[in-house]
């Protein structure tokens, strides 16, 4: 379980600070697609940093089993941070390296040679036969496929998917989120979503939490939120997402 308890993110800037988010509060079940839902700049992609520990949050609390992992240092946070999965809108391969070698980095950072796992979740995700292969000789789809397997490779229980599908077709969209369900189902993967994208909290998310302006607006399953949002922020999300213009005076 992931508890996330009044975490405040501020920002120093040259105007004065900034409060990235405020008193964010979150329970994440085992298991759960769980999606974070907002408009560009509400403080979705601060959040899922803070959650795997790239963003020290300024205050509050992080707990994973009913570890508080914001208190960790040195090789227990480096740790941690291996531990986490995380997948990209970019993909974030390394080009001058074979697919294989991007699924193998973090286990060579371990000093790990063995490349069984590497070679099992290559054939997981459908690629196993672009092994050889350089990232710009494949799709952007296959590309994620690599990311995936890469980010499944030290056996994490919690995965990051911040905005992974926004560079991909509608297609190949739908082909990622199917196999990131069947990955969150058959392996057990707890699975954050960070997205713009109300069609993929719908396709793949069975709850939701709607952030605006750093702060929690809504949380709830999925569904019950889009049929009976009470938030203006996500009411205005949907009427967005309906192509519908809504006067934000009277929600």
Request: with cysteine; charged share 25%; aromatic share 4%.
């Amino acid at each position: 379980m992931i508890e996330i308890k009044d975490i405040c993110k501020v920002y120093p800037t040259r105007l004065g600070d900034f409060t990235a988010l405020d008193q964010v509060n979150l329970t994440i079940e085992d298991g759960d697609i769980f999606g974070i839902i907002g408009e560009s700049g509400a403080g979705k992609s601060t959040l899922v940093r803070c959650i795997n520990m790239l963003e020290t949050p300024t205050s509050g609390q992080i707990l994973i089993d009913g570890k508080d992992v914001t208190k960790y240092k040195g090789q227990q946070l480096r740790e941690f941070r291996g531990s986490v999965g995380m997948i990209f809108q970019h993909f974030s391969l390394f080009q001058q390296s074979t697919v294989l070698k991007n699924v193998m980095f973090p286990l060579e950072i371990r000093g790990e040679k063995d490349n069984t796992r590497a070679l099992e979740l290559l054939k997981r995700v459908g690629i196993a036969d672009k092994a050889g292969s350089y990232p710009s000789e494949l799709s952007g789809g296959q590309q994620q496929r690599v990311a995936i397997a890469r980010a499944l490779v030290n056996q994490p229980q919690i995965m990051l998917c911040d905005e992974a599908t926004s560079a991909l077709d509608s297609r190949t969209t739908i082909q990622i989120l199917d196999l990131l369900k069947s990955i969150n189902k058959e392996m057990g993967v707890t699975m954050i979503m960070i997205t713009h994208s109300l069609d993929v909290a719908k396709r793949v998310c069975n709850r939701i939490a709607v952030i605006d302006h750093g702060q929690i607006a809504e949380v709830g399953p999925t569904m019950e939120v889009f049929d009976n949002p009470q938030s203006k922020a996500t009411k205005l999300l949907i009427s967005h997402y309906n192509g519908t213009i809504v006067d934000e005076e009277v929600l």
